[in-house]
């Protein structure tokens, strides 16, 4: 296909991101607040994919669950997907087919396929209206060196039991070496799809409670979980679904680094759709997808620009993406700005299953590495199985305790916690970020010590600061300023608060303390 797309230039202002087509198009959630104890089956805590899929797979199995999400559902991470439906995840089956054998590449093939199979049977049998789309899925390069590993990657997903092949012409508007393409795969919209989950499982009798966080565990026979608020759930079984887990207790921070990546969307004309949903994972990385817009036309999904949390120049990677995008498609304008958020496990695999080696009614599900809507739909599937005393043939592939993994790919493990420790260490050894409250431009932040104290201080457009502590109070990092978001991030794990010190993202569940911009200097505050 000939590149006759228009270029736009740059915007002139600094860009914001903004809601994301799937929140955009869909109404808002008001499932109320847990107002007081109760005793359920099961706990959920999470209101994502993960978590809404284990919810209403455990409600058909005759469990009664309690959902308990710290803001919206299907609104977190989910809500901010590309949300394709795949199990073609990157150059993902060579390597598994070396680490973990050819039966571990085609137990992780099945269980992400089956996944993509029952959204689809899920669908027909709740009648959902959620834009489901089959097409098939693209690892592409640009590079003709990759040859030989996409070669190697399409035999080892073909040997895997997928519908394989290695080709080198796409519908893509430019000139490839070759890709991978896997048929049978899809793409939908996550929150019709989850909403229709949510009012199913409701209908059933489980409950969902919003705006409420869980602060506390504790395990036993039975299970406690405690919010914020002071109730408590009193559970026999208790699943962790929050992306990062909220409990520290299995060690599995350690095992995966936060991943964070800018999306921009543009209305495409329908005879331009690429046919299909592309990724390529060199360089900056570039990942491609449409969907279906309420005029006929098609809104070009691109994503992009990979990042830790709390490390990145997010104005100059945004503005690199949208002019990819310009430059390579016909949009005509740039409608959504979003991004992203994932966590990488450090042996490639989801983490899913029993919490830690001690745990017998605590389950996880974490570590999806951008792959989150097959992963979620397998771990709901897969957690209800163990939880009714079924162990799936995949068990053991996604087991957290899997301590003989974790160690061949001790490695990554040190390089990862190492880039912790770097941050955790390197960022206090600095005076200071900026010299004074006064350097802090409008609609900027940044971390300036205030009275003896490193503080986190935001100046809004008007010209008012607002600051906070500069401490995550996960593990107690300093957090650094995203300014295409205006939130602070935290780079050793990925936890995000409003400029208010609000928790946005966890693994933390305090929020930032507050500080006084103009109060009097504290003798004695000296915070390192």
Same mark, same amino acid.
């Given at each position: 296909?000939?590149?006759?797309?228009?270029?736009?230039?740059?915007?002139?202002?600094?860009?914001?991101?903004?809601?994301?087509?799937?929140?955009?198009?869909?109404?808002?959630?008001?499932?109320?607040?847990?107002?007081?104890?109760?005793?359920?089956?099961?706990?959920?805590?999470?209101?994502?994919?993960?978590?809404?899929?284990?919810?209403?797979?455990?409600?058909?199995?005759?469990?009664?669950?309690?959902?308990?999400?710290?803001?919206?559902?299907?609104?977190?991470?989910?809500?901010?997907?590309?949300?394709?439906?795949?199990?073609?995840?990157?150059?993902?089956?060579?390597?598994?087919?070396?680490?973990?054998?050819?039966?571990?590449?085609?137990?992780?093939?099945?269980?992400?396929?089956?996944?993509?199979?029952?959204?689809?049977?899920?669908?027909?049998?709740?009648?959902?209206?959620?834009?489901?789309?089959?097409?098939?899925?693209?690892?592409?390069?640009?590079?003709?060196?990759?040859?030989?590993?996409?070669?190697?990657?399409?035999?080892?997903?073909?040997?895997?039991?997928?519908?394989?092949?290695?080709?080198?012409?796409?519908?893509?508007?430019?000139?490839?070496?070759?890709?991978?393409?896997?048929?049978?795969?899809?793409?939908?919209?996550?929150?019709?799809?989850?909403?229709?989950?949510?009012?199913?499982?409701?209908?059933?009798?489980?409950?969902?409670?919003?705006?409420?966080?869980?602060?506390?565990?504790?395990?036993?026979?039975?299970?406690? &979980?405690?919010?914020?608020?002071? +109730?408590?759930?009193? =559970? @026999?079984?208790?699943? $962790? *679904? !929050?992306? /990062?887990?909220?409990?520290?207790?299995?060690?599995?921070?350690?095992?995966?680094?936060?991943?964070?990546?800018?999306?921009?969307?543009?209305?495409?004309?329908?005879?331009?759709?690429?046919?299909?949903?592309?990724?390529?994972?060199?360089?900056?990385?570039?990942?491609?997808?449409?969907?279906?817009?309420?005029?006929?036309?098609r809104l070009l999904i691109v994503t992009g620009e990979s990042f830790t949390p709390g490390t990145a120049d997010t104005g100059e990677r945004l503005r690199r993406l949208d002019d990819w995008m310009h430059a390579h498609f016909p949009v005509t304008e740039t409608r959504y700005r979003w991004a992203a958020q994932d966590n990488d496990p450090?042996?490639? &695999?989801?983490?899913?299953?029993? +919490?830690?080696?001690? =745990? @017998?009614?605590?389950? $996880? *599900? !974490?570590? /999806?590495?951008?792959?989150?809507?097959?992963?979620?739909?397998?771990?709901?599937?897969?957690?209800?199985?163990?939880?009714?005393?079924?162990?799936?043939?995949?068990?053991?592939?996604?087991?957290?305790?899997?301590?003989?993994?974790?160690?061949?790919?001790?490695?990554?493990?040190?390089?990862?916690?190492?880039?912790?420790?770097?941050?955790?260490?390197?960022?206090?050894l600095r005076t200071t970020h900026v010299d004074s409250v006064d350097d802090i431009p409008p609609g900027t932040g940044a971390v300036v010590r205030l009275h003896g104290r490193r503080s986190a201080v935001y100046r809004d457009d008007a010209g008012a600061c607002h600051a906070v502590s500069a401490r995550c109070t996960h593990l107690g990092?300093?957090?650094?300023?995203?300014?295409?978001?205006?939130?602070?991030?935290?780079?050793?794990?990925?936890?995000?608060?409003?400029?208010?010190?609000?928790?946005?993202?966890?693994?933390?569940?305090?929020?930032?303390?507050?500080?006084?911009?103009?109060?009097?200097?504290?003798?004695?505050?000296?915070?390192?």
């Amino acid at each position: 296909m000939p590149n006759d797309a228009r270029t736009t230039p740059p915007p002139t202002s600094p860009p914001r991101t903004t809601e994301s087509h799937w929140l955009r198009t869909t109404g808002t959630t008001a499932y109320p607040p847990l107002a007081r104890n109760t005793t359920v089956d099961a706990v959920v805590v999470g209101g994502g994919i993960a978590g809404l899929s284990t919810a209403w797979e455990l409600t058909r199995a005759g469990r009664s669950v309690a959902v308990l999400e710290a803001d919206r559902i299907a609104a977190g991470v989910t809500g901010f997907t590309t949300a394709k439906l795949t199990s073609q995840h990157g150059l993902r089956y060579d390597r598994l087919r070396r680490t973990r054998g050819r039966e571990g590449a085609a137990l992780y093939a099945r269980s992400q396929q089956a996944a993509v199979e029952r959204v689809a049977e899920i669908c027909a049998e709740l009648h959902v209206e959620c834009e489901l789309e089959r097409v098939p899925a693209y690892a592409y390069s640009r590079d003709n060196a990759q040859r030989p590993a996409l070669r190697a990657e399409a035999e080892a997903a073909r040997e895997a039991g997928l519908d394989a092949s290695y080709v080198e012409v796409t519908d893509l508007p430019f000139t490839l070496a070759g890709a991978v393409r896997i048929d049978g795969q899809a793409q939908f919209h996550p929150r019709k799809y989850l909403l229709a989950l949510a009012a199913d499982l409701t209908a059933y009798g489980s409950t969902i409670h919003e705006r409420t966080r869980v602060t506390g565990l504790r395990e036993g026979t039975p299970c406690q &979980v405690t919010t914020e608020s002071g +109730f408590t759930v009193t =559970a @026999r079984d208790v699943v $962790v *679904a !929050t992306h /990062f887990p909220v409990f520290d207790r299995a060690l599995l921070f350690a095992r995966m680094s936060p991943r964070r990546e800018l999306v921009v969307a543009g209305p495409l004309p329908a005879d331009r759709d690429p046919g299909g949903m592309y990724i390529c994972d060199e360089g900056t990385k570039r990942s491609v997808r449409t969907a279906p817009l309420a005029d006929g036309g098609r809104l070009l999904i691109v994503t992009g620009e990979s990042f830790t949390p709390g490390t990145a120049d997010t104005g100059e990677r945004l503005r690199r993406l949208d002019d990819w995008m310009h430059a390579h498609f016909p949009v005509t304008e740039t409608r959504y700005r979003w991004a992203a958020q994932d966590n990488d496990p450090s042996d490639s &695999v989801p983490l899913v299953g029993a +919490f830690h080696p001690g =745990a @017998r009614h605590t389950f $996880v *599900a !974490t570590g /999806f590495g951008g792959w989150g809507m097959s992963s979620g739909v397998m771990a709901g599937r897969l957690i209800t199985d163990l939880i009714c005393a079924l162990t799936p043939p995949w068990t053991r592939l996604y087991d957290p305790r899997r301590l003989w993994s974790a160690l061949r790919e001790a490695p990554t493990m040190l390089s990862q916690q190492a880039e912790v420790a770097q941050h955790f260490v390197g960022d206090r050894l600095r005076t200071t970020h900026v010299d004074s409250v006064d350097d802090i431009p409008p609609g900027t932040g940044a971390v300036v010590r205030l009275h003896g104290r490193r503080s986190a201080v935001y100046r809004d457009d008007a010209g008012a600061c607002h600051a906070v502590s500069a401490r995550c109070t996960h593990l107690g990092c300093l957090v650094s300023f995203n300014s295409v978001e205006r939130t602070w991030e935290c780079p050793c794990h990925g936890s995000r608060f409003g400029v208010d010190g609000s928790v946005l993202q966890g693994p933390a569940v305090r929020p930032l303390e507050q500080r006084d911009v103009d109060g009097p200097e504290t003798p004695g505050t000296e915070e390192t």
